[in-house]
């Protein structure tokens, strides 16, 4: 039987980041500054394109009650972290619910998700489900904490219990869309995600992030494995 790799503690994952990009060409060249700024051009263009979408969510989102948006610390390029922004879909309080809902999590790894979270409002099932929630994550890419396409972005808590496979996560910028979305988004298991993360990183090129774009697209609209 094969032995599980060793998770990183959270003192290591950044060492064991630094050590990859010292001698992988993967990440400098997906940080290029010319790629930043498209992607940026690109984001200012959608969120351009679906304002009427964002004000009917903001407007709908708000009439179930609470704040519009929902601010989460997340890690993205080389470990730095930064405030991930998304629509509530949410109770207000769901962070200080979690606990109680450890026992019933259906996922492996550090992950929790529930297919029947009941921490999820009415209005939030339906964001969910279409992917409309995730729209704010294009003021992110403008700002260049995220891109377009790539790794999931991760929670400080589950950076923490990275394995170094799991860790070439951060050798990119986490993506509004990705490989994992494409590919099952929250039906994949923790060790399928990390695979498909670690192999878009290792394999990136533009084609392959403009492949994922269109494939999101039908994705969505399936809205299958959104919870």
Same mark, same amino acid.
């Given at each position: ?19 990859? =990009? ?7 060249? *997906? ?17 351009? %394109? ?8 903001? %407007? ?13 610390? *997340? ?7 930064? *405030?991930? %922004? ?10 200080? =619910? ?20 009941? =921490? %999820?409002?009415? /209005? ?16 992110n890419v403008v700002g260049g904490t ?5 790794? &999931?972005?991760?929670?400080? =808590? ?22 994992w979305q494409v590919s099952g988004r ?33 994705? /969505?609209? &399936? ?5």
């Amino acid at each position: 039987m094969t032995a599980a790799a060793p998770a990183l503690t959270a003192d290591t994952v950044l060492e064991h980041v630094a050590v990859r =990009r010292s001698t992988d060409v993967t990440a400098p060249r *997906r940080a290029g500054r010319f790629y930043a700024v498209l992607n940026a051009v690109v984001a200012s263009l959608i969120l351009l %394109i679906v304002a009427p979408v964002l004000l009917a969510v903001a %407007i709908a989102v708000k009439l179930d009650g609470g704040p519009v948006l929902f601010r989460q610390t *997340r890690v993205g390029h080389d470990g730095r972290e930064f *405030r991930m %922004i998304k629509f509530r879909s949410m109770v207000v309080d769901a962070e200080a =619910r979690l606990a109680a809902l450890i026992e019933r999590n259906e996922a492996a790894g550090p992950l929790f998700k529930m297919a029947r979270d009941p =921490r %999820i409002t009415r /209005v939030g099932q339906f964001l969910r489900t279409y992917s409309l929630d995730e729209l704010p994550q294009l003021f992110n890419v403008v700002g260049g904490t995220m891109a377009l396409v790539g790794p &999931r972005p991760a929670l400080p =808590r589950e950076v923490a219990h990275y394995c170094p496979l799991a860790a070439r996560r951060l050798d990119a910028k986490p993506g509004l869309t990705g490989l994992w979305q494409v590919s099952g988004r929250s039906n994949l298991s923790w060790d399928e995600s990390i695979r498909l993360d670690a192999r878009y990183v290792d394999t990136w090129s533009p084609a392959l992030d403009l492949t994922i774009l269109v494939r999101t697209v039908g994705a /969505v609209l &399936r809205g299958g494995g959104a919870y």
